[in-house]
């Protein structure tokens, strides 16, 4: 059965403060990992897609990599407009579907 | 290029209505999944159609439950005979392809509250 499971549930973070967020995955015929962000009252966001392990992909502040098992989402010297809940997403291709895990909530305080 | 576009943003029935959500994809897009997020917890997935089939309604209650994506207007979800534990946040997806190297786009979802 395809699982996702999100680390920590909840980040609390000061300003600066680096941190990495896992997602643990078990997923039949994965083709692809994807990263999302989302905010209060709103859809989820795109941010990532990686494909391989090995591979890492930036945007600002956020790093996304991923292992055979494992994505991790690194957060350097975040700023408190990070804060959000942010959600892993592997697509199956047995399936054809996205799965995602329950998320991190990040709060990043000045 | 408007997004996936829902409506009502926000949705009040009494036990027993029918609720109607609705759900326009980007432009370009014909492929159309529906997730439900209950407070607290994941985004869990519904039904994925594209353009007058059901691909797969797995996620989907049997029962009161039903969804579709006619040749011309929007995607359609319905919940007839509503309960108390139907209130949830119901978002909707699109993509252009099942392989979309940047997944799907999603709406900023339907609230739906029971009372």
């Known amino acids: 059965e395809d699982q996702v499971t999100q680390s920590p549930e909840a980040l609390r973070l000061q300003e600066g403060e680096s941190s990495s967020l896992n997602c643990s995955y078990t997923v039949s015929g994965l083709r692809g990992l994807f990263w999302y962000r989302q905010d209060p009252g709103k859809g989820p966001e795109f941010l990532f897609t990686l494909y391989s392990a090995g591979e890492e992909k930036e945007k600002e502040r956020l790093k996304a990599t991923l292992t055979k098992k494992e994505s991790f989402l690194h957060i350097t010297a975040p700023k408190p407009e990070d804060s959000a809940t942010y959600l892993c997403a592997p697509g199956s291709s047995n399936t054809g579907k996205l799965i995602f895990g329950q998320g991190t909530t990040l709060q990043v305080k000045p | 290029n408007a997004g996936v576009m829902q409506n009502p943003r926000h949705l009040v029935r009494r036990r027993g209505q029918e609720a109607r959500l609705r759900c326009s994809p980007m432009k370009g897009h014909s492929h159309v999944y529906w997730y439900r997020q209950l407070p607290e917890e994941g985004l869990k997935f519904m039904v994925y159609l594209q353009k007058e089939n059901i691909i797969d309604e797995s996620g989907m209650p049997k029962e009161r439950f039903s969804a579709e994506f006619p040749k011309e207007g929007p995607s359609i979800l319905r919940i007839q005979q509503v309960v108390r534990g139907d209130s949830a946040a119901y978002f909707c997806?699109?993509?252009?392809?099942?392989?979309?190297?940047?997944?799907?786009?999603f709406g900023s979802g339907t609230r739906l509250t029971v009372v």
């Open positions: 997806a699109s993509s252009t392809d099942s392989d979309s190297p940047y997944g799907y786009t």
